[in-house]
């Protein structure tokens, strides 16, 4: 039975705990969450012996209550938790993005991979219902080549919490793409290699400081393939909406909200709702990683992923700072990972 | 209400343009006309529309504009001649309807424009602006509904194929002669951009969507950056020529956009393909399909080709027409004009120059 530590202060402890009565060959034995009151209650509703205010203490004080770490809290940057958590012995599952820079990922690697300890990035769209399907129909062959990948993601800004919200204020970081990541792992997760070039493009804000707003991104892979993906924080309010096509040389797969709303009629205009999927994707995700570990393979999204995503991410960013396209290649050359 | 007489020059590529011109009580259909020097082919096609009209055929474009009393010249010829025609027949003085795409040299159409303009014409360039869900979506941003649109995205997947998959071709075959391909699809409709010169599916397809965006945000496009392959037809790919496209848009006003263009085959969709159009507003966003309104259709022995879904109510033919009919009685502009129809071939241009150059490409403001 692997025992689970959950760093978290936004919440996420509330999912978790859902999740947890149906997890296997695993369960939650501590928690750390910077609101004291959070972690303790938390720690009871979800049957945890220990709890703690923050990483440090939790890793000093309970080192021996568990065997791996769920990072979610935004201090996992500035402390340094991904190189911490692995020096310490400790198989991570770490909510992307693993690190803000480059050479920050390349370092969490490196070390997880001297302490031979599993590296799992948090990413949960991959295991959302839908995209397993468009997942699934794609690795089996029956569409064929995949050649272009729209994705549309819009969400009102009071429902999204963007990267530029979680980051500590201190971190030279005002990169409006960040929100990307989810989108660009998974066109590289479908493609099965990263871009070799970016186009992207924002919607300019009169104050610069805010990263709320419009991204567009452009994405080119070899063979010829392409996708389009594009980011709203500027819905009113509410439910967002999110559509994935992907156009393969054989067939084509469309996971797209519009197909599945209903109507409600309460006078005037229906109103379209969305059924929702439930927590399924998040618990197929920890499953992974808690099978992962097990087994002593590599997980589904292991660090080099979460490099990748960071590294295309950091190449939109400096398209969008000089208004042309860049090679991800020449971005790729000042790679500091060192293999162990 | 007076009505029109209209010469069909050249009726080869496809006859739904010409069949849709009398969809409109006030414009009848006179006479074909061709060049005598076009091949067999050409002129077997064009016989078959006059006969089937019962209106006479006549192998010289100049004599049948000067014979019968024609105002209207409807076009739709091979791409390379789309514009040589139209010119022809508005330095004649008639009226133009012509078929997409507007050609495949951007020094055409700014030929057209000229005639157009010199002989105070009206020109109408074919497009689906008039379906139900592209009149809906007008009607709402008009509205106000999602407040000033400042980025909008259409899809328009062609779910048809397009002779042989790519890859099929055997060692030692000859490439697939574009030309050849496209009159011997005719027979049962799988052909594609008719013309000596092979058109990929941005130029060809490409119009359509981008005349939605033209219509429904009214902005002239600054700057794009595209990617374009052959990837799902062995013509394509012999003819050097795209079938799937994505084109990053920039336009006047600070708004973005995108097109996602492909003949992406009939496997890849039930019906005619996934046609849809995102609009994102300063105080909303909009949602479209363009196939809706439709009803669905399923019964025992149903043919694996027929479409499950069937479009209604569309009226696309008449309105475009009354358009059209509208801008020569009241001497106002038609709804996809000559300089129109010349920036959407610009915009097309630029994305296949972006596409070899992996670069975004500036467009001219004029």
């Not at chain 1, 599945?260 to 109103?271: A, H, R, W, Y």
């Amino acid at each position: 039975m692997l025992r689970l530590a959950l760093v978290g202060d936004h919440g996420v402890g509330a999912t978790y705990a859902r999740i947890a009565p149906r997890l296997r060959k695993a369960r939650f034995t501590a928690i750390a969450d910077s609101d004291g009151a959070t972690a303790q209650a938390l720690a009871a509703l979800i049957g945890a012996e220990v709890w703690a205010e923050d990483f440090d203490t939790l890793l000093a004080k309970h080192h021996g209550s568990f065997d791996a770490m769920l990072l979610h809290s935004a201090s996992r940057f500035k402390e340094q938790h991904g190189a911490r958590a692995a020096q310490a012995g400790k198989h991570i599952l770490c909510q992307s993005p693993m690190a803000l820079f480059r050479h920050e990922a390349a370092e969490i690697i490196s070390v997880s991979r001297a302490a031979r300890i599993c590296l799992m990035i948090g990413q949960d769209l991959r295991f959302a219902p839908a995209i397993r399907v468009v997942k699934e129909n794609g690795e089996s062959g029956r569409l064929g080549e995949p050649g272009l990948l729209r994705i549309h993601r819009w969400q009102a800004s009071e429902c999204s919490p963007g990267l530029s919200d979680i980051l500590p204020c201190d971190r030279p970081v005002a990169n409006p793409l960040w929100p990307l990541l989810p989108e660009i792992d998974l066109a590289c997760w479908l493609f099965g290699r990263g871009p070799e070039i970016v186009y992207a493009t924002a919607r300019r804000e009169e104050k610069p400081t805010n990263t709320r707003g419009y991204v567009q991104l452009h994405l080119g892979f070899s063979d010829g393939g392409m996708a389009l993906i594009d980011y709203a924080e500027t819905l009113p309010k509410d439910d967002g909406y999110f559509s994935l096509s992907l156009i393969g040389s054989k067939g084509a797969a469309y996971a797209d909200d519009h197909h599945n709303m209903q109507l409600l009629f309460t006078g005037g205009p229906p109103v379209a709702l969305k059924t929702l999927q439930g927590d399924l994707h998040l618990l197929a995700q920890l499953q992974e990683f808690v099978e992962a570990v097990e087994q002593r393979r590599e997980p589904a999204i292991g660090g080099t992923d979460g490099l990748r995503m960071i590294e295309v991410v950091e190449a939109a960013a400096r398209s969008l700072a000089i208004g042309d396209s860049v090679r991800c290649l020449e971005e790729q050359a000042e790679d500091t990972l060192t293999p162990a | 209400m007076k009505r029109f007489r209209c010469a069909v020059l050249s009726v080869i590529k496809h006859d739904y343009i010409a069949r849709g011109v009398t969809a409109h009580p006030r414009f009848e259909v006179t006479v074909v006309a061709d060049d005598a020097s076009q091949p067999d082919w050409v002129h077997e096609r064009n016989q078959k529309f006059a006969d089937e009209f019962r209106i006479p055929y006549v192998r010289d474009v100049e004599r049948a504009l000067a014979e019968y009393g024609v105002e209207v010249a409807v076009v739709s010829s091979e791409a390379e001649r789309h514009c040589d025609l139209s010119v022809r027949a508005a330095n004649a003085g008639l009226h133009i309807v012509q078929d997409k795409p507007m050609s495949n040299r951007l020094s055409e159409c700014d030929r057209v424009v000229e005639a157009v303009e010199r002989n105070r014409v009206k020109f109408l360039m074919w497009n689906r602006n008039f379906l139900p869900a592209v009149v809906h979506a007008q009607q709402v941003i008009a509205s106000g509904a999602i407040g000033q649109p400042w980025a909008i995205h259409v899809d328009f997947y062609f779910s048809k194929d397009a002779g042989p998959p790519k890859g099929s071709r055997k060692p030692g075959d000859p490439p697939i002669n574009w030309l050849q391909y496209q009159i011997a699809a005719h027979a049962d409709g799988s052909d594609g951009a008719l013309g000596r010169e092979p058109i990929g599916e941005l130029q060809n397809e490409g119009i359509y969507p981008l005349a939605y965006i033209r219509c429904l945000t009214g902005a002239n496009v600054r700057r794009v950056f595209a990617r374009t392959t052959a990837h799902f037809h062995q013509v394509n790919v012999d003819n050097g020529v795209d079938d799937l496209a994505t084109v990053t848009l920039e336009m006047e006003h600070g708004l973005l956009g995108s097109l996602c263009v492909g003949r992406i085959g009939a496997a890849s969709h039930p019906d005619i393909g996934e046609i849809k159009i995102h609009v994102l507003g300063t105080a909303g966003a909009l949602v479209i399909s363009e196939a809706r309104p439709e009803v669905a259709v399923y019964y025992r022995g149903q043919p694996e080709k027929e479409f499950r879904h069937r479009r209604v109510a569309i009226d696309n033919d008449y309105l475009l027409m009354e358009n059209f009919a509208h801008a020569i009685d009241t001497d106002s502009e038609t709804i996809l004009d000559a300089r129109a129809g010349r920036a959407i071939c610009a915009i097309t241009e630029a994305a296949l120059k972006s596409s070899r150059l992996g670069k975004p490409v500036n467009l001219s403001a004029r």
